[in-house]
């Protein structure tokens, strides 16, 4: 059974499109977060939610828009896609409480915007 | 701001020898968390081993240990017995006592050559 899963796992797609990824964990875990892999494989947190409610908002375009709609999923859309925002998007989760908890990475998502 | 710097790019190491990845950070908290999480190709995030700042003893988990020098700011990673399948890109991440914001270094690349 999947912990952490994602869809799509790749997405290409043209500038100024809109296009969303869709997160789910099974783990029961309250908190979920997004981030992004640049292609230099710096890993940074985008957003956080904890029980559908948004808990960390870096400082990330307007464009990204995510949403809680339970606290088992948490999605990301974007619109108007630069060539700036070809990454690897990771969605993670975790029990909420102490930091130490573990963050459940899911498989990541390749956009690539041409 | 908490930052994690992870000063080797890149290194190799035969097949069943030891190798020593480095982390350094830079905080004003006093208690915090610091993680090591691996990357192999698949992309799939993979804890390794954490440790609490709080706690003196080194954490170990099988063939994976620290050495976590507090005073320093300073969190390694030994790979004992080295093995094909630890090839993989390897990042130091940080998180605040009451924080759920994990903030990752740049990551180290590892090979391990047979």
């Known amino acids: 059974d999947t912990a952490v899963s994602q869809t799509p796992k790749y997405l290409v797609t043209q500038m100024g499109n809109d296009k969303s990824i869709k997160c789910e964990q099974n783990?029961?875990?309250?908190?979920m977060y997004w981030y992004k892999q640049d292609s230099k494989k710096f890993l940074k947190i985008m957003f956080s939610?904890?029980?559908?409610?948004?808990?960390i908002n870096e400082t990330v375009p307007n464009r990204f828009s995510p949403k809680s709609p339970d606290k088992a999923h948490l999605n990301l859309h974007i619109n108007s896609l630069e060539l700036g925002d070809s990454a690897v998007y990771f969605c993670?989760?975790?029990?909420?409480?102490?930091?130490?908890?573990?963050?459940?990475f899911g498989p990541g998502t390749r956009l690539t915007v041409l | 701001a908490q930052t994690v710097t992870q000063s080797q790019p890149e290194m190799s190491v035969q097949e069943a020898e030891t190798v020593t990845l480095s982390c350094t950070y830079d905080?004003?908290?006093?208690?915090?968390?610091l993680f090591w999480y691996k990357q192999p190709p698949s992309r799939q995030m993979i804890l390794v081993i954490r440790?609490?700042?709080?706690?003196?003893q080194n954490a170990t988990e099988n063939r994976f240990s620290v050495n976590f020098q507090k005073a320093a700011k300073s969190f390694s990673l030994k790979i004992s017995d080295s093995q094909l399948g630890d090839t993989a890109m390897y990042f130091c991440?940080?998180?605040?006592?009451?924080?759920?914001?994990?903030?990752f270094g740049g990551g180290t690349r590892v090979l391990v050559k047979p």
């Open positions: 993670a989760s975790s029990p909420w409480g102490p930091s130490y908890n573990e963050q459940f």
């Open positions: 783990l029961g875990h309250d908190t």
């Open positions: 939610y904890n029980n559908k409610e948004l808990i």
């Open positions: 905080t004003s908290e006093s208690n915090y968390y």
């Open positions: 440790q609490e700042a709080y706690k003196q």
């Open positions: 991440a940080f998180i605040g006592a009451a924080g759920n914001k994990l903030t």
